[in-house]
């Protein structure tokens, strides 16, 4: 008899890093499509997306954007899957579906209003729409063309620049006419990178002086930084930044495992005063119904 795997919260990690201890991977029955009630679909998972902000879930947080996952509960985040059957007018069998309902199961019944079809996908994997065609694009785009909004000969510095915000961000500015610095964790990151176009890349684990290196590429100051990471990035970026400079603030991810004694204190939101900067933090599911989704989608 076929099983339905299922991954599962064993318990929740407040601080610190996850590990497997966390997680419970099971067999279950599989769900038919007798169980369906009114408004429902059956879905086959095809692709799963593991994103930055899913760490946040794990915390048990009640105070953040998103609820946190519950013990003994699958996880769910986006994905991409195929209805195999359905209760709801708009959905048919064989319906290629997104979104950011898909719970870690090989099938799984959900309401339908938390997903989307994908009409056609023009010869690209389904998965695109996780990836190029998904969430961390429109993140890149939201920040950096709708919020920060560039101007071309300006220079924009992106932190986690090889990730796939980042590696975004990149290609959205350098087709602008930016100056792009891009910083990431390893030396095949940094050329990655500059295959897609930075005028500067650098290896912010190997430089002397995070600082210096800032200060090296972008010697009269940086107008828009888009960061991914937070922490001691986040501080020394405030310090190079231009006047009337914009901050599109992504994700801390520097910090999402740090316990209270790791966490990096920022020391230079003083410069947010004297330089008349400007920070954008932001949450990117809140412009799928804007204008902002359908220009991208058209990009």
């Known amino acids: 008899m076929t099983t339905n795997t299922v991954v599962t919260l064993n318990k929740l990690v407040p601080s610190g890093a996850p590990t497997l201890e966390n997680f419970k991977v099971a067999a279950a029955p599989v769900p038919t499509k007798d169980a369906l009630k009114d408004g429902e679909i059956l879905v086959r998972t095809l692709y799963l997306s593991c994103d930055p902000y899913m760490r946040g879930r794990l915390s048990g947080r009640t105070d953040s954007y998103v609820a946190s996952f519950e013990a003994g509960k699958p996880i769910d985040g986006l994905g991409v899957g195929v209805v195999e059957a359905s209760s709801h007018a708009d959905y048919k069998e064989g319906d290629i579906v997104t979104g950011g309902a898909f719970k870690w199961e090989t099938r799984f019944i959900a309401s339908a209003k938390g997903f989307t079809k994908i009409p056609s996908t023009n010869g690209m994997s389904p998965a695109s729409f996780l990836g190029v065609l998904g969430m961390p694009s429109f993140t890149a785009y939201v920040g950096t063309i709708t919020l920060c909004k560039p101007k071309q000969g300006e220079t924009i510095l992106v932190s986690a620049a090889s ?137």
């Open 163 to 299: 990730g796939a915000v980042g590696q975004m961000v990149v290609q959205l500015a350098k087709a602008r006419g930016l100056r792009v610095i891009g910083a990431a964790g390893s030396d095949d990151k940094v050329q990655y990178v500059k295959d897609l176009g930075a005028d500067v890349a650098f290896n912010y684990k190997t430089v002397k002086s995070l600082g210096s290196a800032i200060k090296d590429a972008a010697p009269n100051g940086i107008d828009i930084y888009f960061d991914n990471v937070g922490g001691e990035f986040l501080d020394v970026a405030l310090k190079n930044m231009r006047p009337n400079g914009r901050i599109a603030e992504c994700g801390m991810i520097s910090q999402y495992n740090a316990t209270a004694e790791e966490a990096y204190h920022i020391q230079n939101l003083a410069y947010v005063v004297m330089k008349k900067l400007t920070i954008y933090g932001f949450i990117v599911s809140e412009y799928y119904t804007t204008p902002a989704y359908g220009e991208f989608i058209k990009e």
